[in-house]
């Protein structure tokens, strides 16, 4: 039988890369799989929570129990987050990997290969930082935010989940090739204001539901 402890929260989790058209046939993108987000989404779902899994573009199957909803670049991403979180939910996990600029002025046309130039030059602009925008609209009663960083993995992360205004950060080193992005394992560093959780590296999967744990723990412990 189906668990229920999760029953009657609505848990909204973002997965995968963000795409970001440069004109209508290129765009800039990351390595991320959506494996981690995926298996948030049905870790919450197997505990009986209604999870909005907000994704980008992924190869993966859908989640069994999770309505999926998918979107390209980092501003329909926060528009669909924004939709999802309409009624005030419960939980809010940024696992996706959003690009933080996109392209300035899309080409509406396939851009031309200019004979004489041997450079081309692109303009970026900076797109929304969606988890700390909707942390300071209050859209989740708890933010869960990830932290993708190749040195100084404590620190920086806890420098962002005091930015973003967040409960937690799941902090992951992408610098290793046997975790992180795209890959089935995992390790993090989980870190609150003050305290600090180290479950160890495991398939995605598995990682999954200690970060669900951990998040309930949270939960019990800050009721909000
Ligand atoms: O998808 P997989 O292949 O399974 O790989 C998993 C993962 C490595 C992508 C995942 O574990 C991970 O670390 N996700 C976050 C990637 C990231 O963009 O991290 P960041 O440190 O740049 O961002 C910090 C947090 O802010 C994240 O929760 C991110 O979703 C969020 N963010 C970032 C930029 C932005 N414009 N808006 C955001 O909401």
């Not at 899994?53 to 909803?69: E, Q």
């Not at 600029?101 to 081309?120: G, H, I, L, P, W």
């Amino acid at each position: 039988p189906k668990s229920a402890e999760l029953k009657g929260q609505h848990w909204i989790i973002t997965a995968g890369p963000t795409m970001e058209a440069i004109d209508p046939v290129r765009f800039i993108s990351n390595h991320s799989s959506g494996k981690m987000g995926y298996a948030l989404a049905k870790a919450a779902a197997d505990l009986g929570a209604e999870v909005t899994l907000i994704s980008g573009p992924t190869n993966l199957a859908m989640p069994s129990g999770v309505k999926r909803v998918d979107v390209k670049s980092a501003q329909e991403m926060l528009y669909a987050c924004r939709v999802a979180a309409a009624d005030q939910a419960d939980v809010f996990i940024g696992a996706a990997a959003i690009a933080d600029f996109r392209v300035k002025d899309v080409a509406t046309q396939k851009m031309k290969k200019q004979s004489n130039e041997n450079e081309m030059q692109l303009t970026l602009i900076k797109n929304p930082d969606i988890i700390a925008t909707l942390s300071s609209e209050d859209a989740a009663k708890y933010f869960i935010g990830f932290a993708a960083e190749t040195q100084n993995v404590v620190t920086y992360a806890k420098d962002k989940l005091e930015k973003k205004g967040l409960d937690l950060i799941i902090a992951n080193d992408v610098s290793r090739s046997d975790i992180g992005f795209n890959n089935d394992q995992n390790q993090v560093v989980v870190l609150s204001k003050d305290a600090q959780w180290t479950p160890e590296k495991a398939s995605k999967t598995e990682l999954a539901k200690h970060l669900v744990n951990i998040i309930q723990t949270f939960q019990t412990e800050q009721p909000k």
